[in-house]
């Protein structure tokens, strides 16, 4: 029988009012329920959000040391779970043994970094233009805030909210996404073990609609963090506007890494490749243009579909190259893209099907494939599909190559391989992303420097992670002190 977990509210694990579950499936073997977590309704968050209320001035008021050192032991008390956290990821979302462990290593490694930035808040203070005065700025905590994530990076993204909402002061209720909610539970039980307060932390499972959506329209949320889709996020930035909660949507990406001909062409295969089919191409900053100069296209071309076509897939506890879709819709949808690009007349070199068989039987695999001549035109080029799809582009200049690299509407991660400095520098001054990596995969990120998007990728309206992840969560008070 698998374990079913209950919602964490006020300190305490609790069944959703109504009683009822839902289930999660392994997507390496469908025939596996992993666990089964509450499916809750409204009733559930606003009980939520009334203890994290109830608990918020207490907590603000706890010495941002003493708010530190709780996430410092959360942090230890997660790397003593890291194999069981990981074995979880795996488990539930698809990961490979590899991609998981990294994953759950980066949530320890962000709770550590916040916990020491607990001694370090900041304020500044300026020369005031009287006698005997003061000047200087302090923050301060926004109040309660609501947590939104995608399942993709299940316990990282969770993880690198939290520690920065926790730190400065606020109180939260999270809701994980439902497709893997079982590292998020691991999270708030380290928490817990730690000695986080009642209330100060709640997290309560279920769908976007009953569970999702009040965070973003009840009056007493006062800030929203969201990571997911374009078009989730952007329905949650324009509920949450209507009572001006100060709000951030991380949302979709469509990452370009351009191919230049000074670049060494097995280094930019490599980074292509782990770009495009690292966690199954499931990233939201996951590569899926190669943007290629007509000097060395027929060369990469043939040395990515040798790579492409080494890579071994299966259940991500054997630690093959690539594991599975999380999802029976998101394999769906990427045998639906490689249709698409079929009909829009792109050349399917490798790929393209689902992974069937013994071993592939009960889950949801597909093989890694690569498009060439694809053009700009084309759905291929312009719309997120989230699977281990590359489209490879030909361009016959650098600047062609930046015009194509900015022809989407996303703009979150993009990279170029090359030699050549001034090319370098010309990609990163004109490039339309919030990250921008030369000879570096899309894919990949530091946890001590902002991350987001341009365009439709993110509201653009606060960065994550770093000192960013502290401007977010905390409001500016200016303090004019004459004495
Ligand atoms: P999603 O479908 O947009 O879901 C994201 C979260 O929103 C889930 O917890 C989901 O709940 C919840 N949700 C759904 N409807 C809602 C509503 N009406 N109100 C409030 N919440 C709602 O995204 P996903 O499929 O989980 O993740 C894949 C997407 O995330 C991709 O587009 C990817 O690019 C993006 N992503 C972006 C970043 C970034 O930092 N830019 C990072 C990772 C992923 P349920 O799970 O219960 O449906
Ligand atoms: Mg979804």
Known sequence: ?????????????????????????????????VARFQKSRRVDVLEAIDVACDAQEDWAETPAPERGAILKRAGIALDRRRDE???????EEGKTQSEASGEVGRAIDIFHYYA??????????????????????????????????????????????????????????????????????ILFECLEEAGLPDGVGNMVTGSGSEVGAPLSDHGSIDALSFTGSTAVGTEVARTSATDLKRVQCEMGGKNPTIVMPSADISEATEIVGVGAFGTTGQSCTACSRAIVHEDVYEEFLDSIIKYTTNLTVAGGLEDPDMGPHVSESELTSTLEYVEIGRKEGATLETGGSELTGESYADGHFVEPTVFSGVTTDMRLAQEEIFGPVLSVMCVDSFEEAISVANNVDYGL??????????????????????????????????????????????????????????????STKTVYMNY
């Open 1 to 33: 029988m698998p374990t079913t977990y209950e919602n964490y509210i006020d300190g305490e694990w609790r069944d959703s009012t109504s009683g009822e579950t839902f289930q999660v499936r392994n997507p390496a073997d469908t025939d596996e329920v």
């Open 85 to 91: 956290a990981t074995e979880t990821l795996v488990r």
């Open 116 to 185: 020491e930035k607990a001694r370090d808040l900041g304020g500044i203070e300026k020369s005031p233009s009287n006698r005997n005065a003061e000047l200087t700025t302090r923050r301060e905590p926004l109040g309660t805030v609501g947590i939104i994530t995608p399942w993709n990076y299940p316990i990282a993204i969770p993880a690198w909210k939290l520690a920065p909402a926790l730190v400065t002061g606020n109180t939260v209720v999270h809701k994980p996404a439902s497709e893997a909610p079982g590292v998020s539970r």
């Open 413 to 474: 991660s993009a990279s170029i391989t090359t030699q050549d400095l001034s090319e370098a520098h010309e990609f990163v001054d004109t490039i339309e992303a919030g990250v921008a990596k030369v000879n570096e995969k899309t894919t990949g990120l530091e946890l001590h420097v902002p991350f987001g998007g341009y365009k439709n990728s993110s509201t653009n309206t606060y960065r994550e992670q770093g000192d960013a992840g502290l401007d977010f969560f905390t």
